[in-house]
């Protein structure tokens, strides 16, 4: 797809994935970039870097907001949702709300407007689901599925269609342990680890970003689109953060680290695809996979792809991911 001229729309455009989207949107020449998010300090922040981006102040529960924002789009990207663990968990109505009810009905306006292509941002954590948020990920992707069967046409008469990405954990967006352990290193404070051997998929939000242009440029209409990245260990993870910043323990980081158990909710490991999912998947360039949308289960078999038999990165490794993260403007 090109995205040259077109009217883009992104959801959640203030938070830490829609921020480095937009950013990245500027070098294709777009026709007009439009920011949607409910934090209006945030957007007189970003005004100040982006002048050309069209703000709009809404909530995305908000249909009537929605239908008028989507107008005269070409593409939506929708980043917005409840992402946090804890938050989702204590407020299981509002999660679901947000990142099912409000996500169809954005489905929908999207058909009714004659958008081309709308983008959906789900999460590694939608396959088989312990939390709340992972559950309501899971309800919306196969709920998306079902309503594109079902609207394959928007009301202009133009093909419309989805794509799915299924991000891991990013490190350093908000609500992520990274800058809580940062701060509690600096702080010379032992740095609580729920588990050392919980693993996760090694994302950050600019290479999210990257990861999302990417689906839009470069992926067939009605597909569920992975990349494929490295895992890491939270116990490394902590491990590299005492390194650099305890100013007690940073030539024995493994005295900084306090095992406090797993928080409700989460799993000692993520599922990025199914074995069925794995068995459907095309290359489509550098680290890329695309699945239909449409496949059907146990027409072939891969391997499940998951973050425990993943290959991890060293502590060295993610050292210079969180300089690379430190040295980023917030």
């Known amino acids: 797809m090109i ?3 077109k009217t883009i729309l992104i959801t959640g455009g203030t ?3 829609g921020s480095e989207v937009a950013a990245i949107l500027q070098a294709e020449e777009p026709a007009e970039v439009r920011i949607f998010s409910r934090d209006s300090s945030k957007q007189a922040q970003m005004s100040q870097k982006h002048h050309s981006f069209k703000y709009i102040e809404g909530d995305i529960c908000n249909r009537k907001i929605m239908a008028e924002a989507v107008k005269n789009c ?14 989702c968990e204590e407020n299981p109505l509002a999660a679901l709300q947000c990142n099912l009810h409000a ?7 999207c058909v009714s407007n004659g958008i081309e292509r709308l983008l959906l941002v789900s999460s590694d954590k939608a396959l088989f689901p312990s939390s709340v948020m992972g559950m309501t990920k899971a309800i919306m992707e196969r709920a998306a599925v079902r309503r594109i069967m079902e609207s394959k046409t928007a009301s202009n008469g133009k093909p419309f269609s989805i794509n799915i990405i299924r991000p891991g ?4 967006s908000s609500g992520t342990v990274l800058p809580l352990f940062i701060g509690m290193a600096k702080r010379g404070e032992e740095l609580t680890v729920t588990n050392p051997g919980m693993s996760r998929f090694l994302m950050t939000p600019k290479s999210c970003a990257k990861y999302v242009i990417y689906t839009l440029k470069n992926s067939s209409p009605n597909t569920l689109v992975l990349e494929k990245v490295p895992s890491y260990t939270i116990g ?9 910043y305890h100013p007690v323990y ?3 980081p493994n005295k900084a680290v306090r095992i406090i158990g797993e928080n409700a909710g989460e799993k000692l490991h993520e599922v990025m695809a199914t074995a069925g999912e794995m068995g459907a998947a095309t290359p489509i360039g550098g680290n890329f996979l695309e699945i239909p949308l449409f496949f059907k289960q146990g027409d072939s078999a891969g391997k499940e792809y998951n973050s ?5 990165a060293s502590v060295d490794q993610l050292k210079q991911t969180i300089k690379h993260y430190e040295q980023q403007p917030r």
């Open 74 to 87: 070409d593409i939506v990207i929708h980043t917005a949702a409840i992402k946090d663990i804890k938050t």
């Open 308 to 312: 425990f038999d993943t290959p991890g």
């Open 169 to 172: 954990n990013m490190l350093g």
């Open 3 to 5: 995205l040259k001229g």
């Open 103 to 109: 996500t169809l009905d954005l489905l929908d306006n």
């Open 236 to 244: 490394n993870l902590a491990l590299a953060v005492a390194e650099l």
């Open 15 to 17: 938070g830490s994935l």
């Open 250 to 252: 940073r030539n024995s």
